[in-house]
């Protein structure tokens, strides 16, 4: 008999499949002020993720460790990559959403508004038509800790769709504190965080699902509850599951919305993402270091499993 080890917490039979009790739970990378937006290259076989306070996008590679990606990355935070695998990332400092070319230049694909800037782009997704989706919270302007204290400019905290063709329009108005989103497997469902208990604890600390229809979204209610805590960060794995960011951990949701299991981290996580050679480990970002854990299942981003870019 296997003993479940104190990393796991196992909440349905259905999570036993998923994280094999003998898998460790390993810090890769330590030192950072705050992680966030990892995001896997598997085409150069490394990881890259934010350490938002220290304006910086690091590298982290098996061989040869953590690395300085970019420098004075404008306090940048989520990561994604689009159907060409090139890096998207969002600015808090620049209030934008910007594209690293191949050759390594950026392209800003979003920064304002009905003629105003944006809050401060937190989290953000391609889907495979090409449209970018992203949250667009105040964090970053309401501190100078990950970004320049500034007055907002936009009227509410949107989600945003930006189609193929550049064209920016909100789809989400209702939101304290949007954050992570992510796709099901399909891309019939976005799930949307609400973190708006960072700051107003009236705020309830879920997160949302919506039902994709075209370039618009239709609410569909409540996905899940997180406690403690509030989510950040997630992703979906090629079952439809919901594996999302939580204060003591990783908390992984059945596509029924059920709690099925946890990963307990000792530090607080703000995001995730699958990866590896083989698509099969678990990457998370934590306070001021990254974990890693070996996973029975493989993310639902096609270039988590090794697929091939268009163009």
Known sequence: MITVPPHLEIHDDRFTKLV????????????????????????????????????RIMCWAEAEGVSVYRANSGFNNGNTRDRQGRLVGCRHGMRDVVRTEIDGTLTVLAESHDGKRLNSPNDVVVSSDGAVWFTDPTYGIISNFEGYRRDPEQLGRNVYRLSPKGELCTVVTDFAQPNGLCFSPDEATLYVAESGSSHDPSVPSVIRKFAVKGNSLRDLGVFAQIAPGLPDGMRCD??????TSAADGVHCFAPDGSLIGKILVPQIVSNLCF??????????????????????VQGAEPWTRGAKFEG
Do not use: K
């Open 20 to 55: 094999h009790p003998m898998s460790r739970l390993e810090v890769i990378a330590e030192g950072f002020t705050w992680t966030e937006g990892p995001v896997w290259f598997g085409d150069r076989n490394c990881l890259l993720f934010s350490d938002i306070p220290s304006q």
């Open 238 to 243: 090629i079952l439809g599951n919901v594996w």
């Open 275 to 296: 990866g590896g050679p083989d698509g099969h480990r678990l990457f998370i970002t934590a306070t001021a270091a990254v974990y890693s854990i070996f996973v029975d």
